[in-house]
């Protein structure tokens, strides 16, 4: 198995998918000449040529209502946001277009596109470039929402994302396009979406997250170990679909759950898996669930002040004791 | 007849920017055709009167926008299509869709929410599609449409196909960012589009004048996108004129803009009055008296001896009858199932995982 970055497995991914089906084309700012502002896309121009490598103006509004019309005609269209903070221009089409074209036109039309780009925070980059959009688009029905934290996940859920007949949100993020990882090698390797990965597997209490924040929750085990805690890392991977199966089989064996995300809390991820565990699996829990998330403020550029308002491997090894009462 | 006096000051006042053409040529068309256009407009005006009916007795609900008055646009811009070629409307679009093919009956069961409408019941009247036919749907957000037909024009390019995507608009969504920047990306890569705007100089109780410093004329010049002035209540100008844009696209042209001058004989929607502080009822009344596209046709015809008043009663009938036969239908055609409700919001169930979290069971 290779080892390659995050960047290079959706570019793999990429390549591979517009290599096998033709109506599959990249649109977005900077994806052709430039490569990418991310390098996502380095060397599809050269490969597939500007008619399937689109660099567009800086219309995120426009080239997304052109990927609904292009899908309404038979095409399979990627759009890649720069950074999903800036699809907040797109949200009529995705919202009032993408997600109900099949509901409204009664299944006349389907609407097989691909949205991805880099969501949530870096480094310093402010409140208008620091946000963590799931929300946004989890809350909407036709949507479906994927956010992969590994290079393997990221290949083989865009291959997925790209094949599937519905809009499918992919949130990258820039903490990890450098990410080195095993990637399986194979056109054929697709991870379904709907299925959550255990990334580590714990008894005493459940961190159930996705994306980036993986990585925190990866440290935060290995902290709490030493502690003897041991932590089920939850990777839910896809957020809509959700693999509510895996989340009530992982807490009934931990009977505790501490829910990480990076974005808001109000509205967010883990209000949805706190709703699902209230309504199905309140007999399994010991503790009051948990959230970890962003502070409720816009992220502000201090440096201190951002470290303190994202979530730590610090808050979240603090929940884990409280719901295990330790 | 629409007021060709105001047109011209529109365009003085241009100037020599972009300055857009206006031709008509109605002398070529055939009796065929112009029996064709008839009948066309009396199936629209009868069936928009009955959706008018249906409405106020309370068998069709929510919103619903009549195209009365308007009837010359629907033919004028679809008749000269081919069948491939697209067609995507606002949502003051029935009579479109009938002009592109969408049969009376379906338009008249989703206005009804009956199953056996365009969508199941599930669109309404601002969400008429037809695929099959090539009518790309009713779109109920001002702009939101513009965008989309660019996507609609990109698969045509892309493919290397002939067709052409006509998009309707209302003139007050010119002032949408969704329009320029469909008109951008269009120019840039030369798709086959044409944006039709329906300017009947309204954008629900607001004049254009009140909301835009500039003419409709010019909304385009900006991004090298070429623009006309047409008559949109001479059907025959309609016609001759919009075929030729047509043409002229699917050799090639590139994206074109058509201000196709009209004007709403009803309110905004079947709930906004016709006329009132926005518009006088001296207004609507002239125009309804002087521009009324079925009346400037049969007049044109009754005097070239093309048409008699018994060859009208007769076509009017037959319209009546297949507006009566698709009330009959939509009022007959059964309820959507409950089931039908989650159906089409995914294409497919999805084998793994939860998609809905409502927690109903049906």
Request: charged share 25%; aromatic share 8%; hydrophobic share 40%.
């Amino acid at each position: 198995m290779a080892e390659i970055t995050y960047r290079d497995a959706l570019n793999q991914a990429l390549a591979e998918e517009m290599d096998r089906d033709e109506s599959v084309f990249l649109l977005g700012e900077e994806v052709a000449e430039y490569d990418g502002a991310y390098k996502v896309s380095r060397g599809l121009l050269e490969r597939f040529g500007e008619r399937r490598v689109v660099d567009t103006p800086i219309s995120e509004l426009g080239f997304t209502g052109l990927a609904v019309g292009a899908a309404m005609v038979g095409l399979r269209p990627v759009v890649e946001f720069m950074t999903f903070n800036f699809s907040l221009l797109a949200l009529d089409q995705v919202i009032n277009n993408a997600a109900k074209m099949g509901s409204m036109s009664g299944g006349q039309v389907t609407s097989p596109i691909v949205l991805r780009g880099p969501s949530g925070a870096a480094f310093q980059l402010g409140s208008q470039h620091s946000q963590s959009c799931e929300a946004w688009y989890l809350h909407t029905p036709g949507l479906k929402v994927v956010a992969p934290g590994t290079p393997a996940d990221a290949k083989g859920l865009l291959k997925t994302a790209i094949r599937d007949n519905d809009p499918v949100v992919v949130m990258e993020s820039e903490l990890l396009y450098n990410l080195k990882g095993e990637v399986p090698e194979g056109e054929e390797f697709l991870i379904p979406l709907g299925v959550a990965d255990l990334k580590r597997e714990g008894g005493d209490v459940s961190i159930i997250t996705h994306g980036q924040m993986i990585h925190v929750a990866l440290r935060a085990a290995e902290q709490l170990a030493k502690k003897g805690v041991e932590a089920d890392v939850l990777d839910l991977r896809s957020l809509r679909p959700l693999d509510v199966e895996s989340i009530l089989e992982s807490v009934g064996k931990t009977n505790r759950a501490v829910c990480l995300e990076e974005g808001w809390s109000y509205g967010g991820v883990g209000s949805q898996v706190v709703s699902v565990l209230m309504e199905e699996a309140f007999d399994d829990l010991d503790a009051p669930v948990l959230r970890v998330t962003q502070a409720d403020v816009p992220m502000p550029y201090n440096k201190k002040l951002e470290a303190w308002s994202k979530p730590s491997v610090s808050r979240l090894v603090e929940a884990c004791e409280k719901v295990c009462y330790v | 007849m629409l007021q060709r006096s105001s047109v011209e000051q529109e365009l003085e006042r241009e100037g020599s920017v972009n300055k857009p053409t206006m031709t008509t040529k109605t002398s070529a068309l055939s009796k065929e055709e112009l029996i064709e256009l008839l009948k066309q407009m009396l199936l629209y005006r009868r069936f928009e009167e009955k959706a008018g009916e249906s409405y106020a007795i309370g068998k069709i609900g929510g919103f619903c926008h009549l195209h009365i008055g308007q009837e010359a646009v629907a033919a004028g811009c679809i008749t000269p299509l081919k069948k491939d070629d697209y067609v995507i409307g606002t949502y003051r679009e029935h009579t479109q869709a009938l002009a592109k093919g969408v049969p009376p009956e379906a338009v008249m069961a989703e206005l009804y929410g009956k199953a056996a409408g365009t969508s199941g019941g599930l669109g309404g009247s601002m969400h008429i599609f037809g695929t099959d036919v090539g009518f790309m749907g009713g779109h109920g957000i001002v702009g939101g449409q513009l965008a989309v037909a660019l996507g609609i024009a990109w698969g045509i390019h892309y493919r290397g196909g002939d067709q052409v995507c006509v998009c309707f608009l209302g003139d007050a969504a010119v002032n949408q960012g969704a329009f320029h920047e469909s008109l951008n990306m269009a120019a840039i890569w030369n798709l086959p589009v044409i944006y039709a705007v329906e300017n009947n100089d309204f954008g629900m109780g607001t004049k254009f004048s009140r909301v835009s410093k500039t003419a409709m004329s010019q909304k385009s010049a900006s991004h090298g996108v070429p623009a006309r002035v047409i008559d949109g209540q001479n059907v025959m100008s309609t016609y001759a004129d919009f075929g030729e844009v047509v043409e002229e696209v699917r050799k090639g042209a590139g994206p074109q803009f058509v201000d196709v001058q009209c004007y709403r004989f009803k309110g905004h929607s079947m709930s906004d009055p016709v006329s009132g502080t926005y518009r006088s009822k001296k207004e609507v009344e002239d125009k309804t008296e002087n521009a009324d596209p079925i009346k400037i046709l049969c007049d044109h015809m009754f005097d070239s001896g093309l048409l008699s008043p018994e060859e009208l009663q007769e076509m009017d009938g037959e319209a009546r009858e297949v507006v009566k036969r698709a009330a009959e239908f939509a009022e007959a055609a059964p309820e959507p199932d409950i089931k039908s409700l989650y159906e089409n919001v995914y294409s497919e169930a999805n084998p793994n995982g939860r998609l809905f979290f409502d927690g109903r069971v049906i």
